[in-house]
């Protein structure tokens, strides 16, 4: 028979137990919440067309999107990236599909292999990928301007300026998709150039 202050014993283990894992809870969601709270202030300063430091706060959130909290996550992305920068679709693809298969909630995971499905000429999979990455992160101006230059070699020009506008809505400091608005804007009015 097991006495008393072994009970005791036991009951303030159970409970000092749970009191950490309570603890740990609410520190990760404390965490978490100031992850939002950041990304929320930087995702302010972008869209802000007059603020002089917009590019600190856009190099911010690249970085943000870029921590998946995984070493061996980060590896593969770094190898998709590295093979997409030498030309080596293929293996980007297989790097990043990789990725997306283990880390499926990843966003940039997804955003990558999209961007080597567009560069090798593959529109249909880049879509799918591109509607991954606006699920998990619906703020990723990356993909919309993405997806407005695939809507563009279309032909859906209505829709690639939509995607154009929404994308410089939340980051109207990108000259190249700016430019390209205001190409489709004066085609589709019938204004010459």
């Not at 619906?138 to 070699?153: K, Y």
């Not at 300026?161 to 410089?168: C, E, G, I, P, V």
Request: hydrophobic share 45%; glycine share 8%; charged share 20%.
């Amino acid at each position: 028979m097991l006495s008393l202050s072994h009970y005791r014993k036991h009951i303030v283990a159970s409970l000092w137990g749970a009191v950490m894992a309570i603890f740990l809870l609410d520190s990760a969601f404390a965490q978490q919440e100031s992850h939002e709270a950041l990304m929320n202030r930087l995702f302010t300063e972008l869209a802000d067309p007059a603020n002089p430091g917009w590019e600190r706060a856009q190099n911010q959130i690249l970085a943000e999107w870029e921590k998946s909290g995984s070493p061996a996550f980060d590896l593969l992305l770094k190898r998709g990236q590295e093979a997409m920068e030498a030309g080596d679709f293929d293996a980007a693809i297989e790097h990043l599909t990789a990725l997306t298969d283990q880390a499926p909630e990843f966003a940039e995971g997804w955003n990558a292999r999209a961007t080597a499905f567009f560069l090798e000429g593959r529109f249909g999979p880049s879509v799918s990928d591109i509607e991954h990455v606006l699920a998990l992160e619906p703020r990723h101006f990356g993909a919309i301007s993405g997806l407005g230059l695939i809507l563009q070699e279309l032909g859906r020009k209505e829709q690639a300026l939509k995607a154009f506008r929404a994308s410089l809505a939340i980051h109207p400091h990108q000259d190249g998709i700016s430019q390209a608005a205001e190409a489709l804007e004066q085609e589709l009015s019938g204004t010459e150039l």
